[in-house]
RNA sequence: CGGGGAGUGGCGCAGCUUGGCAGCGCGUCGGCUUUGGGAGCCGAAGGCCAGGGGUUCAAAUCCCCUCUCCCCGACCA
């Protein structure tokens, strides 16, 4: 099928709409692909829609390939599973509602964890059935708080999402490694670069889940990355290289120093160097060597609550996401005044180790930073207003209930594998796979007959891809000053052709170069407008980014065209009967 | 939910401070000319200035209220 620009179905535009602000969405507007409808919702143009169909084709390939079934349910779901599993209610306001005629409350699908689940369940009930991966393609809804960069997170989007039932947890981890190698492919095929981050699983249940992060400015998420060697983690699960213990025989003593008016680590650091007889001798007192102790209240799942300490190094925050991904289940919440109120002990702005601890007179929980090793010496509160404790050495005046990893990571820190500098990145998650375990075969009763005929929990996993961000991620990956520019594979053509001139010829032979190269399976964008003017046309091409452009021009009274690869802009001169057979080698090549 | 910005022909914007015929560029339609990097000239169509209320002889412009959109943050399989 040849596309003709005479009578395509597109509008370029020639600025920039005034919504978009990243790449992949002001390009794929200005080029025609798509157009907001409403907002974080989008309508595909025949361009569009092509490039789309052809990132679903490749992704579906590969699931294929890999052994799982593609089967396809609906996206407007009955309530009733979803109350079932609480996400009903805990999905809040990400959730689109709607009622049928009889007053039914419906929605649409967020996800399908629970209609796949009640599927297996509906038609299998053995052991031997299993293992079983099945997936769909469909489009997803989120009402999310904030939709923004066009399709990159839209509040409707396509999404590949699949799903293993498993025996038991051996079955479980190899299904979840085919995903894993499946979605490698994949995302390889498409080539969009990618690092693996482990992640905390949260609302979704489970032990294992690991994302996979297209790294981009434009990204949402943000992750860490060594500068020197391949180690990449999502921020929350950066592990702290424990630092050796030091001697501390001959330290001096810990005192009391009256510090007015510094409840804060800066007020402190001001103090302590405004006064000679606190100074250092050898430097300035810095923040880093100040021990920060926050007071958190972590809420159980059964709602009970307790107070925590976290001592970490005066110069870190702490990381709130990272501490809740350590005291997972439990939830983070901030300490009220009625809390402190219960323990006299713990002054604000001058909280100290030796009034924390289990058997301290505070009696919280109290968890170290790694770093505060045995032999390290702080500056910390001596649980009494405007004083601290000077030369408190941590293993001789003090010691924790344990070590958590809840201090801000910063770029520049060492790497947990080999020691070098780490740096702060972004990236676009492009697929989130998860070991999810039983908790939704659990909710549903999901059960089959093992070997001995007992009932077993089906254990699961799912793994989900997102094709239509991935579409985004390609765009932000692909493009130049001038527009998109996609690999041969993602493109809605193989081959742009420009006629161009005030003669017939060069419409003539674009044409029929164009109905060769379609015989021969390429596929053909043809611009066959008589009106546009040729600078026009070169910059439509530009934006619409297929790889290789043909122009059909002046050089056709030498018997010649241009052929331009569009991301190299590499331009070469060839008999037009040479044409058809180096573009078969071309788009074999790539 | 917090902070910032913006709503004026299809698109991008000016006009608002200081009230007085609603403008510019692009696009669209007709005509002539033009064809290698978004052509030229002539003519034309197209706008309740987001909505509601108010002030005024007169409101895009001033005042009050509402709505919407975009960006940053919070939130988020």
Known sequence: MILRMSTLFLRTLREDPADAEVPSHRLLVRAGYIRRTAPGIYSWLPLGWRTYLNVERIVREEMDAAGFQEIHLPALLPREPYERTGRWTEYGDLLFRLRDRKGNDMLLGPTHEEIFTLLVKDLYSSYKDLPLSIYQVQWKFRDEARPRAGILRGREFSMKDSYSFDIDDAGLQRSYDKHRVAYQQTFDRLGLDYVIVSAMSGAMGGSLSEEFLSPCEVGEDTYVRCTSCDYASNTEAVDVPVPEALAYADAPAAH????????????????????????????????????????????????????????????????????????????????????????????????????????????????????????????????????????????????????????????????????????????????????????????????????????????????????????????????????????????????????????????????????????????????????????????????????????????????KVEIKDRRTSERIDLPIDDVVDHLVEVCAES
Not at 340 to 345: D, E, L, M, R, V
């Open 256 to 559: 009391v120093e009256d510090t007015p008016d510094t409840p804060t680590i800066d007020s402190l650091v001001d103090y302590l160097n405004s006064q000679p007889h606190l100074r250092r001798e050898d430097r300035p007192w810095q923040a880093s060597d100040t021990l920060k102790n926050v007071i958190v209240k972590v809420v159980h799942p059964g709602g009970d609550s307790e107070l925590l300490a976290v001592g970490v190094p005066g110069d870190r925050d702490v990381d709130e996401k990272r501490l809740g991904a350590q005291v997972y289940p439990s939830a983070l919440a901030a300490a009220t005044d009625e809390d402190f109120a219960a323990y006299p002990g713990l002054v604000r702005g001058y909280i100290g180790p030796e009034a924390l601890g289990e058997t301290k007179t505070a009696k919280v929980r109290y968890l170290l930073d790694p770093r505060v090793v045995p032999g390290t010496r702080w500056v910390t509160g001596a649980n009494e207003p405007d004083k601290h404790v000077v030369d408190l050495v941590a293993g001789r005046d003090f010691d924790g209930d344990g070590t958590v990893l809840a201090a801000e990571v910063r770029a520049g820190d060492p790497c947990p594998r080999c020691g070098r500098p780490l740096a702060m990145a972004r990236g676009i998650e492009i697929g989130h796979i998860f070991a999810l375990g039983t908790k939704y075969a659990e909710a549903l009763d999901l059960k089959v007959l093992d070997e001995h005929g007992k009932q077993v929990v089906v254990t699961m996993g799912c793994y989900g891809l997102g094709v239509s961000r991935a579409l985004a991620a390609i765009a932000e990956n692909n493009h130049d000053a001038k527009g998109l520019i996609w690999p041969r594979e993602i493109s809605p053509a193989d081959v742009h052709i420009v006629a161009t001139g005030k003669t017939d010829a060069p419409f003539e032979v674009a044409e029929r170069l164009a109905a060769d190269l379609d015989a021969k399976g390429i596929r053909v964008l043809l611009d066959d407008r008589r009106a546009a003017s040729p600078g026009e046309k070169f910059n439509d091409a530009d934006l619409i980014g297929i790889p290789t452009i043909v122009t059909c021009g002046r050089r056709i009274v030498d018997g």
